[in-house]
């Protein structure tokens, strides 16, 4: 009997997941097929300002590319305008900075240097001075590795006026990430391609799948819109008690989740549960320029997004190789066989899941990036790269979880509950955030 119940429960999971996985895949045929036909979207007489914050450190690959998005926003100019966030003043990215600054003279553009400390997070520490002489109430934080198209500003704005299903207001507008990878021989490392198939296909899909759903708050600091007043009020006290952690009660605003490793899922969640409002994806795509990643950098990168789930959300982060479709496609597969007497074949199951992942998968590349494979050796690469993130993801979970530090930009943190983190050991003198050369935060909300 305990058989045929295991069996049961574990085909009515996969079923529930195969389900979330097509909620994922017609909303990125729904919201982002047909977004390059889009018209330009129709602005208001006075529309709202937006202060454009970019968190800089160091030369990310596509760096001049990537800022000069912001510059040429269809939006009035005297309605926003950019800061650049730099720590330090001998940074090289200052000059890829001014160099854009003098191109377009038209536009509000400047460069807010230094960092004011409120917490271990240095992304948070190197926005604050931003985020507080910002212009107008509207913040749009954009890290550095990211481009967008002329009309993301005009309709990001317009979301915020969009209908939810909860009938709360919008604090929130995001934008599904996808991986691109500039044309560069420097960049083709396997592993950068192995992070290319991930980006554009699981996670995006879970990423579109979850916030449909909108059961919690599922965030990504790629590039994120809300209301300064809205986060001058957030404290971080009412988040869900896994991740709660002791906190000042007079601590509000940015500085309220520099001590997190993960600033961009607790401000989803801070203005989620703490001020009862929704978010909202707009009809635009976070660009991500992609930089040489080895196959080792990309299994280290995978694991630390774990390690900083398991201090956050223990219970998701062990129960997760059960959404993945090899694990989670080979449980089924024998439990299909069980039920079927045998008339089924493991080897047949396993065939037909991975086939369906598989195009299903392909289809959301294909419409985030826009485009279609242009050449049979491109798509074989894509492919390959993608089967073996599938073959690599348990293998990596496995060694995450057994271990709780994690290496941030030189240093090394142990992760603790709720989120926070420790520094125990100083290996360097550079004290920044993320992957190289940016202020890329350390979790992806995929989980």
Same mark, same amino acid.
């Given at each position: 009997?305990?058989? *045929? @119940? ?8 996969y079923?529930i ?12 045929? !729904? ?16 529309p $709202?300002?937006?202060?454009? *914050? ?10 001049? $590319?990537?800022? $000069?998005?912001?510059?040429?926003q ?28 003098? !191109? ?5 553009? /400047? ?6 400390v409120?917490?271990?997070?240095? !992304? ?9 002489? =910002? ?5 749009? +934080?954009?890290?550095?590795n ?10 990001? +704005? ?16 995001? &934008? ?12 083709? #490392?396997?592993?950068? &391609? ?8 699981? &996670? ?52 309220a ?13 801070a203005?989620?549960?703490e ?8 009809a ?11 196959? &080792?950098?990309? #299994?280290?990168?995978? =694991? ?6 398991k ?8 129960? $997760? ?20 007497a045998?008339? @089924?074949?493991?080897?047949?199951? *396993? ?21 279609r ?5 491109? =798509? ?5 790269a993608?089967? =073996? ?5 348990f293998?990596?979970? +496995? ?16 992760? *603790?509950r ?5 520094? +125990?050991q /100083?290996?360097?003198?550079?004290p ?8 890329e935060?350390l979790?992806?909300?995929?989980s």
């Open positions: 009997m305990w058989q *045929l @119940v295991l069996a049961y429960f574990i085909f009515s999971w079923i997941l195969i389900s979330i996985g097509l909620i994922g895949w017609y909303g990125a045929r !729904k919201r982002y097929n047909l977004r390059t036909n889009t018209p330009p979207i129709s602005l208001p007489k006075d $709202e300002g937006v202060s454009i *914050l970019r968190p800089l450190r160091g030369l990310d690959t596509n760096m001049y $590319e990537n800022l $000069e998005t912001s510059f040429i269809n939006y009035p100019t005297s309605k926003f305008e950019i800061i650049f966030a730099v720590a330090d003043d001998s940074d090289p990215c200052l000059a890829v900075v001014r160099s854009l600054i003098e !191109k377009y003279p038209h536009v509000n553009a /400047r460069i807010s240097l230094g960092e004011h409120v917490g271990v997070n240095p !992304k948070i520490n190197n926005l604050m001075d931003a985020y507080r002489t =910002a212009k107008f109430d509207i913040v749009w +934080v954009i890290d550095s990211v481009s967008v198209v002329p009309d993301t500003l005009a309709r990001s +704005v317009a979301s915020f006026s969009a209908p939810t299903w909860s009938g709360a207001r919008v604090g929130l507008v995001h &934008h599904v990430p996808y991986a691109i990878i500039p044309d560069d021989a420097s960049n083709n #490392a396997f592993g950068t &391609h192995l992070e290319r198939a991930f980006l554009n296909t699981n &996670h995006a899909k879970m990423y579109i799948a979850l916030n449909a759903l909108a059961i919690d708050s599922c965030v990504m600091g790629k590039s994120n819109l809300f209301r300064r007043s809205d986060i001058d009020r957030i404290n971080a006290s009412r988040l869900p008690l896994a991740q709660q952690v002791s906190l000042p009660s007079d601590v509000r605003g940015l500085a989740v520099a001590k997190f490793a993960a600033e961009d899922a607790e401000i989803g969640m203005v989620w549960h001020l009862g409002l929704a978010h909202v994806l707009s635009d795509v976070a660009a991500n320029a992609l930089g040489s990643m080895s196959l &080792h950098a990309y #299994a280290s990168r995978r =694991a630390r997004w774990i390690r900083v789930r201090g956050t959300v223990i219970a998701a982060t062990l129960l $997760e190789p059960l959404t993945e479709s090899l694990v989670a496609g080979t449980l089924a597969a024998f439990a299909l066989r069980y039920l079927t045998g008339a @089924v074949s493991v080897w047949m199951a *396993l065939l037909v899941n991975s086939l369906v992942f598989l195009v299903i998968d392909l289809d959301v590349r294909r419409v985030l990036t826009g485009r494979f242009e050449s049979w050796s491109e =798509a074989g690469l894509f492919v390959m993608y089967m =073996a993130r599938e073959l690599l993801a293998p990596i979970w +496995v060694y995450a979880v057994c271990g709780s530090e994690i290496d941030w930009r030189g240093e090394r943190y142990t992760m *603790l709720g989120g926070e983190v420790r520094k +125990v /100083r290996r360097g003198r550079e920044a955030l993320g992957g190289r050369g940016s202020y935060p979790l992806s909300s995929e």
